[in-house]
C-alpha cells in the first residue's frame, strides 16, 4: 500500500507543480481532476485487461510499458474532447500534455499488473486512486492559495513549502497504510 501513496503523493505534486506556471482557476482545476479521474476509471480495467489477455499469453511481460504508454496517450487525447462536448463551457484546452504524463496512472497500471488482483480489485482500485488523486490535486492547489495570502518567510515561499506540504500528506496518507490489510 506504501507503494501505492507514494505514486498517488508524486503525481499529484507533478502535476501540480506543471499547473503552477501560473495562478490556477478552481474551475480549471477541477475538470484536471475529473479528466484525471475518468482516465484512470478508464485505463487501469483496459491495461489490466491487455495485460491478461495479451501480454502473459505471449509472454510478453517485458513489454508492457510500450502497451501501457500508447493506450495512456491515446485516452489523454481522448477524454478531453468528450467532455468537450458535453461541456463546452469548462476550461479543457490544454489539458493533453498533462494527462499524458500523469504517473499516477502509470504507476498503479505496472503494479496492478503484476499483481493478481480480480475485476472488482481493480475497479476498486480505480475509483480509490481516481478520487485520492483529485482530492491531492485540490489539496496542493489549497496550500498553495494560502501560501500566496499568509505571511510567510522569504525562504519558504513557492517549492519549498510545497515539498514540506507534500510530505505532511505522505505522511498522513501512509498512517493510512495499515487500516486496509485484513
Known amino acids: 500500500m506504501s507503494d501505492y501513496v507514494l505514486i498517488l503523493v508524486s503525481a499529484a505534486l ?30 487501469l480495467p483496459a491495461g489490466v485487461w491487455l495485460h491478461r489477455q495479451f501480454l502473459l499469453p505471449l509472454r510478453l511481460q517485458d513489454l508492457q510499458l510500450f502497451i501501457f504508454l ?22 479543457l484546452h490544454d489539458l493533453q500534455p498533462q494527462l ?42 489549497d496550500l498553495d492559495a494560502r501560501c500566496r495570502h499568509a505571511e510567510m518567510p522569504a525562504a519558504l515561499r513557492g517549492l519549498p513549502v510545497q515539498l514540506i506540504g507534500a510530505g505532511v500528506m505522505a505522511m498522513a496518507f501512509s498512517g493510512l497504510n495499515g487500516l486496509f490489510t485484513q
Open 70 to 91: 500508447p493506450l495512456l496517450a491515446a485516452l489523454a487525447w481522448t477524454l478531453p474532447n468528450l467532455l468537450r462536448r458535453f461541456r463546452p463551457d469548462w476550461p
Open 100 to 141: 499524458s504524463a500523469n504517473a499516477v496512472v502509470l504507476g498503479l497500471l505496472l503494479l496492478l499488473g503484476s499483481d493478481s488482483v480480480d475485476g472488482w480489485e481493480i475497479l476498486a482500485w480505480a475509483i480509490v486512486g481516481a478520487l485520492g488523486f483529485w482530492l491531492a490535486l485540490v489539496l496542493y492547489a
Open 14 to 43: 507533478v502535476n501540480h507543480l506543471v499547473l503552477q506556471a501560473e495562478p490556477v482557476e478552481r474551475a480549471r482545476l477541477h475538470a484536471l481532476g475529473l479528466c484525471s479521474a475518468l482516465l484512470i476509471l478508464v485505463a
